[in-house]
Nanobody, 115 residues
Framework: QVQLVESGGGLVQPGGSLRLSCAAS????????MGWYRQAPGKQRELVAS???????NYAESVKGRFTVSKDNGKNTMYLQMNSLETEDTAVYYC?????????WGQGTQVTVSS
């Protein structure tokens, strides 16, 4: 059974930074394409960053140059470093496989960017 636990969200001012973590069990990140998704109020969930088993990354245009996805295979944990945060980044952030495993969605972690 896949279990994904997100953490690290919070309230930050525009221009600030946050680092999210995704602790995984029941799935080996070394061999899996993983992604960070987010869902803003009233919007559909969207994929914003992904990383392959070999470490190749891909980003949505809206976060390119500001967000960095990485993973620690030894800890089976994925990270999302978010810099230069904008109010439009406010959302609940989730991690999951790409494509997503429907039964593996966690609670997510709330990121609020506001002055």
């Amino acid at each position: 059974q896949v279990q994904l636990v997100e953490s690290g969200g919070g309230l930050v001012q525009p221009g600030g930074s946050l680092r999210l973590s995704c602790a995984a069990s029941g799935i080996t990140l070394r061999y899996t394409v993983m992604g960070w998704y987010r869902q803003a109020p009233g919007k559909q969930r969207e994929l914003v960053a992904s990383v392959t088993g070999g470490g190749t990354t891909n980003y949505a245009e809206s976060v390119k140059g500001r967000f960095t996805v990485s993973k620690d295979n030894g800890k089976n944990t994925m990270y999302l470093q978010m810099n230069s945060l904008e109010t439009e980044d406010t959302a609940v952030y989730y991690c999951n496989r790409v494509p997503a495993i429907n039964t593996a969605w966690g609670q997510g972690t709330q990121v609020t960017v506001s002055s």
